[in-house]
Nanobody, 126 residues
Framework: QVQLVESGGGFVQAGGSLRLSCAASGRTFSSYAMGWFRQAPGKERELVAG???????YYADSVKGRFTISRDNAKNTVVLQMHSLKPEDTAVYYC????????????????????WGQGTQVTVSS
């Protein structure tokens, strides 16, 4: 069983930056693909960025060039660094993980992920 705990959400003005962190329990974190999803009111949960167990990354078109996902297997953490934030980035952000034996694949759909954090609110004002 893997537990995920997010931190780092908050309130920021448009153009600002936030850093989200996800701490994972367990001894096999390096074998997990990890993703950051977000869900705004009335909208579906969407993958914002993901990183495979081998370090390959995926970004939604809406965040390319602004967000960066990274992982530290020694610390069992995955970080989402967000820059140039826009009001449309406002949402609850969730960390998600799944055991993956495909080294370079980033799962793209929420139901592919087995473990979820509790979510952290990000609010960007205009």
């Amino acid at each position: 069983q893997v537990q995920l705990v997010e931190s780092g959400g908050g309130f920021v003005q448009a153009g600002g930056s936030l850093r989200l962190s996800c701490a994972a329990s367990g001894r096999t974190f390096s074998s997990y693909a990890m993703g950051w999803f977000r869900q705004a009111p009335g909208k579906e949960r969407e993958l914002v960025a993901g990183i495979s167990s081998g370090g390959s990354t995926y970004y939604a078109d809406s965040v390319k060039g602004r967000f960066t996902i990274s992982r530290d297997n020694a610390k069992n953490t995955v970080v989402l660094q967000m820059h140039s934030l826009k009001p449309e980035d406002t949402a609850v952000y969730y960390c998600a993980g799944v055991y993956s034996d495909t080294y370079y694949t980033v799962p793209r759909v929420f139901h592919e992920y087995a473990y979820w954090g509790q979510g952290t609110q990000v609010t960007v004002s205009s």
